[in-house]
């Protein structure tokens, strides 16, 4: 039986099936840490404003992006203009199944299960073997986008990771799950043959995903 949760999820899927739509998405999620403007999105698209706020305001009524405001130009005061309505990406996650799965729960009974257990060690060896089977990828960004990260690279070289795959776990099971998020990605890097360059350390921060990929040093 399909739930009202279920239906929304739908509801919030079939609002990136319009071209201009995914692309408004896109832009704000590229903007990333930062919120975006409905002026920036409309300079990404090549569209309007109007047409840029009308879809961007459908993408927060199904849930999929947030909404705040502020002033870009710094200032207060009586004279500073209206504060700019600003977007973000939605915290919240939207996966559709047909008939309804269950796998989120799953995955957080055998969390628990392994906390429980005490078997992290055993978690961490077999994520850095599943991902040391990844084929050879010369492009660290391209292995990193085909397998659910969303990078970005910083000005320092250091590669932030605006998603988390496994975030909802993680939310309830930050160690156990970041662990292993940390050895799937060096596996990652290894399997791909760039661990003589690249390595993934634990660096947490709010927004992004807590492991980040940086280039090894060399004397």
């Keep these: 039986m399909t739930s009202p949760d279920h239906l929304d999820d739908l509801d919030a899927v079939t609002a990136l099936t319009d071209r201009v739509r995914r692309a408004a998405y896109r832009a704000v999620a590229d903007a990333a840490p930062d919120p975006a403007g409905r002026d920036e999105v409309a300079e990404a ?7 840029a706020a ?5 993408l927060v009524d199904a849930g999929l992006l947030e ?5 870009r130009s710094g200032r207060s005061g009586p004279g500073a203009g209206r504060p700019a309505k600003l977007y973000r990406l939605s915290a919240a996650e939207h996966a559709v199944s047909v008939p309804p799965r269950a796998y989120r729960s799953a995955a957080e009974l055998l969390a628990e299960a ?8 055993t978690l961490y ?3 850095e073997e599943h991902g040391r089977k990844a084929g050879p ?15 970005v690279t910083r000005e320092d070289g250091r590669i932030e990771l605006r998603n988390c795959p496994y975030h909802r776990v993680a939310e309830q099971f930050p160690p156990l799950i970041c662990g292993m998020n940390l050895a799937m990605l060096n596996g990652l890097l290894e399997g791909a043959g760039l661990a003589g360059d690249w390595c993934a350390r634990m660096d ?3 927004g992004r995903c807590c492991v980040t990929v940086s280039k090894n040093k060399t004397d």
């Design 45 to 51: 698209l090549g569209v309007g404003r109007t047409l």
């Design 137 to 151: 990828e010369p492009d660290v960004t391209a292995l990193l986008t085909g397998n659910g990260y969303e990078p």
């Design 54 to 58: 009308f879809h961007l305001d459908k």
């Design 125 to 127: 060896r077999v994520a």
């Design 114 to 121: 392994l906390e429980r257990s005490g078997a992290e060690e």
């Design 204 to 206: 947490p921060a709010p």
């Design 67 to 71: 909404v705040s405001y502020s002033r």
